[in-house]
């Protein structure tokens, strides 16, 4: 959704009266005053391009407009932009928001060579003098011809007015009854189910509904899966081991499976219920992907399935619980992973997520058990967190989503339509269950603030003084970069919902809003001139690499490359070309440089890699991998790369900063806090310079002078399980 969108001009659009009302088609509403367009009464996210190329093939309905009619309404004159590229990505978005093919398409018709055309009936409902939309029925018009008069007509009338006022009285009492009904149901309730310190997360209900084993972590030594009984005190600790995660029932209650993750491997754990003998049922390549379901015939476990030598990819596989063989179900497209997968509680289907690999574009599909077709049902392409839930009777389905902006859960039928949000959940609601019996639900809530920090350096090696919160607005933080004068912060939050970039002066003052996007903006980085902010944006599937004017200014697409997945940009020194990672199908992330300017990209690694960074004297690039972690360079003018530091995991690749002497990065030691450390280049030695006091963020920045150390860390952080009672 996009509000205030510019003013549309250019060749012979002729004024429809589209400006001054709303316009229908199907199921879509469409007011270009307000800058929204609905889908039955439900805001339709969609930005600002396609949103005007949808108005300018509205005005012209019916009739083929140009791509160069729609290039010169969508860039202003001297753009530098590769406009075929650009207006070809703002019609599939169009298209996405729509539900629409291109090949068998309900609105947009592609004119080859020409252009496009809105194929389907437009209907403009006018306002009235108080600026409301006057109703206008929906539907072909009749030709003046076919209109009734005389006595036909008013019999006509009489044969459609009697059927349709009992209808209507049909439906007025149906709406009385309905309310009255709603009325006498109890009231839902929200009451936490335990009361442990630390995080409490991905629940699962037990088969009767009496039962919630879920993940417990303090920090300290308290941390593996439990259970609790519903209305209960007390919690039963059945495992010990860190790496346990995502707890699921057998359909008699008397044991749980989960898994356990031990660096790049992962295994599934069967334990009974009160506690006992573990039993591994499967072991094998760690996947990016999480979830584990029981099946209610007790024959399988469903889980996201894995390779060493792919393993961003995974796939829903189901593990034989008779001879512990495996059966691939799910296929998705090269770039996707699949994984929260859930059965249905006659085990017949199976809901999951397909998430692309850089994990922001995740939607919900559904699929029988059995293997045949995949279909669809959400098309938000937002971050999913935790498996969805079956309602017990097997109609719906509820999922955590931020696609209103804040996380929270939203419930959807088995066989699609529009979600809708899930009555009493509060908070960032995350991993629901529903048991097969009763009315209750539970879910994650998550309740956190991450504060930017800022240590000063005496020299490379030791700090001045020690940190201190350089910006503590509300909001989680990741990824900061200070300006190259040090005076501003750029950093990605959700502070109002969406993921943006905003900017706060260093003394901890005057934070601005620079996107507004209602989608997931991330990884600014500042141009050398302190003029302009690159970052990525995801507004589909894949993401994209953009530019802003600060402050004030409008984003523009940089067009990279078509069908690609690419971010995590960051600027060369003399402050013409961007670095980029950029994904396609099956190929790893590999790193490109394309002119700021607009023009074509070069790709520069062969190996992989992602979170590139220039240095200094411009003589390297140094960089990480996306699957492996840790930081490579290679010369800028050509030749072998090599590996300097050896550091985390894939998921560490923004949590290190390059000065002209070494390397900043975060450790993660074995104790419950983390660490920040340089790596000299010249004797390649580490140094430890400062030790976390809580948990780290994401991301980890450097001043351009090399002084001061930007770094996220957690200051108040827990995760309760919150019971819905009387849930419906």
Same mark, same amino acid.
């Given at each position: ?242 790496? !346990?995660?995502? @707890?699921?029932? /057998? &359909?008699?209650?008397? +044991? =749980? $499976? *989960?898994? #356990? ?5 992962? %295994? ?69 992973? !699949?994984?929260? @997968?859930?059965? /249905? &509680?006659?085990?017949? +289907? =199976? $809901? *999951?997520? #397909? ?5 922001? %574009? ?72 529903? @048991? ?293």
């Amino acid at each position: 959704m996009v509000t205030h969108p510019r003013p549309i001009s250019g060749d012979r659009m002729p004024d429809l009266g589209l400006s001054s009302g709303l316009v229908r088609f199907d199921v879509f509403e469409i007011d270009r005053q307000a800058g929204v367009l609905s889908r039955e009464g439900w805001p339709v996210k969609l930005q600002e391009q396609p949103f005007r190329v949808l108005s300018l093939l509205l005005e012209r309905s019916g009739e083929v407009v140009t791509r160069d009619e729609l290039c010169r309404n969508l860039w202003p004159p001297n753009t530098f932009v590769d406009f075929d590229h650009g207006l070809n990505s703002a019609v599939a978005r169009l298209r996405e928001a729509l539900r629409d093919s291109a090949e068998n398409p309900r609105f947009i018709e592609t004119v080859a060579k020409r252009g496009y055309r809105f194929i389907a009936p437009v209907v403009i409902a006018p306002l009235d003098a108080a600026g409301r939309a006057v109703p206008v029925a929906l539907g072909p018009v009749a030709p003046a011809e076919k209109i009734l008069t005389g006595k036909f007509a008013k019999a006509r009338t009489w044969m459609i007015g009697v059927p349709l006022l009992i209808l209507l009285c049909a439906v007025g009492l149906w709406a009385f009854y309905r309310k009255t009904a709603e009325a006498m149901l109890p009231p839902i309730e929200v009451v936490p189910l335990v009361g442990l310190r630390g995080f409490q997360v991905t629940p699962a209900f037990s088969p009767d509904g009496n039962l919630v084993a879920f993940r417990q972590s303090d920090g300290t030594h308290n941390t593996g899966i439990y259970t609790a009984v519903v209305g209960g005190e007390k919690s039963l600790r059945l495992t010990s081991d860190p790496g !346990d995660c995502c @707890p699921t029932w /057998s &359909p008699d209650g008397r +044991q =749980i $499976a *989960f898994t #356990r993750y031990d660096g790049k491997t992962f %295994s599934i754990v069967v334990v009974p219920a009160l506690g006992g003998t573990e039993q591994r049922v499967y072991r094998g390549p760690a996947s990016m992907g999480t979830g584990l379901s029981w099946s209610p015939d007790n024959k399988f476990l469903a889980f996201p399935e894995s390779t060493a030598s792919d393993p961003p990819r995974s796939w829903i596989s189901l593990l034989s619980l008779a001879d512990s063989s495996t059966r691939v179900l799910t296929s998705p497209p090269a770039g996707s992973l !699949d994984h929260e @997968p859930t059965f /249905s &509680p006659d085990g017949l +289907q =199976i $809901a *999951f997520v #397909r998430s692309t690999v850089a994990g922001v %574009s995740n939607d919900v599909f559904v699929m029988p058990t059995r293997g045949r077709a995949v279909r669809r049902l959400t098309f938000d392409n937002r971050p999913i967190m935790g498996p969805p839930a079956w309602t017990a009777n097997g109609r719906e389905i509820v999922f955590s989503s931020n696609r209103g902006g804040a996380t929270g859960l939203w419930q959807i039928s088995a066989g699609g339509g529009v979600p809708r949000p899930v009555a009493g959940p509060f908070g960032e609601a995350a991993w629901p269950s529903i @048991p097969p019996k009763g009315n209750s639900l539970v879910y994650s809530q998550v309740v956190a603030k991450f504060n930017l920090w800022r240590l000063d350096l005496k020299d490379p090696q030791h700090y001045q003084k020690p940190p201190f919160v350089s910006v503590s607005e509300k909001g989680d933080k990741m990824r900061p970069d200070l300006s190259p004068d040090g005076k501003k912060i750029a950093f990605e939050s959700n502070r109002l919902g969406f993921w943006d970039i905003w900017t706060c002066e260093s003394n901890r003052s005057n934070c601005d809003q620079v996107t507004s996007l209602h989608g997931t903006a991330g990884r600014a980085r500042w141009s050398p001139n302190g003029r302009y902010i690159a970052f990525e944006f995801h507004p589909s599937e894949r993401g994209e690499i953009y530019v802003v004017e600060v402050p004030g200014g409008v984003p523009r697409l940089l067009p990279t490359i078509p069908g690609a997945d690419s971010l995590s940009p960051s600027w060369s020194h003399d402050g013409k070309w961007l670095y980029f990672a950029s994904k396609r199908g099956s190929e790893p992330f590999q790193i490109w440089k394309i002119p700021v300017q607009g023009g074509s990209p070069t790709r520069l690694t062969k190996n992989g890699g992602i979170s590139p960074v220039e240095s200094a004297d411009e003589r390297f690039l140094y960089y990480s991998k996306y699957e492996m972690g840790g930081v490579w360079r290679m010369p800028l003018q050509g030749g072998e790369e090599s590996k300097l530091l050896d550091e985390g995991g894939g998921g560490s690749w923004p949590n290190w900063a390059l000065t002209s002497d070494g390397i900043y990065f975060l450790r993660f030691d074995k104790s419950p806090h983390a660490s920040i450390r340089f790596f000299e280049l010249a004797t390649h030695k580490t140094i430890p310079i400062w030790t976390l006091e809580k948990e780290p963020g994401w991301g980890l920045g450097i001043s351009h002078d090399g002084r001061s150390i930007l770094y996220v860390q957690n200051e108040f952080a827990e995760s309760n399980i919150m019971l819905v009672k009387n849930f419906r």
